[in-house]
């Protein structure tokens, strides 16, 4: 479960980096993901790692975002580097606490990226 999402985004210029963070309760992380959604746009995946540990990238963000997960600290994060404009929208953390939980989902947080 989503036990809330730390503040992190905001805005940023072109180019820089900030740092999403989602504080997770119910035990064990199991698999966990980002989501992002622009207005008027369908939402989408960022980033996961699934239950074996692989993490997935899309393509829109590979070698600019990294997802981590910290499960001393019940945390997950994402970190945004060489941010673009593009990269304007409501972010969202998933985490799934077991195989049968289908996931909780965190409030959105806003990222906006401009000069």
């Known amino acids: 479960q989503v036990q809330r999402v730390e503040p992190g985004g905001g805005l940023a210029q072109p180019g820089g980096s900030l740092t999403l963070s989602c504080l997770a309760s119910?035990?064990?992380?199991?698999?966990m993901a980002w989501y992002r959604q622009a207005p008027g746009k369908d939402q989408e995946l960022v980033a996961a790692i699934g239950s074996d540990g692989g993490k997935y990238y899309a393509d829109f963000v590979k070698g600019r975002f990294t997802l981590s997960r910290d499960n001393a600290k019940n945390t997950v994060y994402l970190q945004i580097n060489n941010a673009k404009p593009e990269d304007t929208a409501v972010y969202y953390c998933?985490?799934?606490?077991?195989?049968?939980?289908?996931?909780?989902w965190g409030p959105g947080t806003q990222v906006t990226v401009s000069s």
């Open positions: 998933q985490i799934r606490n077991g195989p049968a939980d289908l996931g909780s």
């Open positions: 119910g035990g064990e992380i199991y698999a």
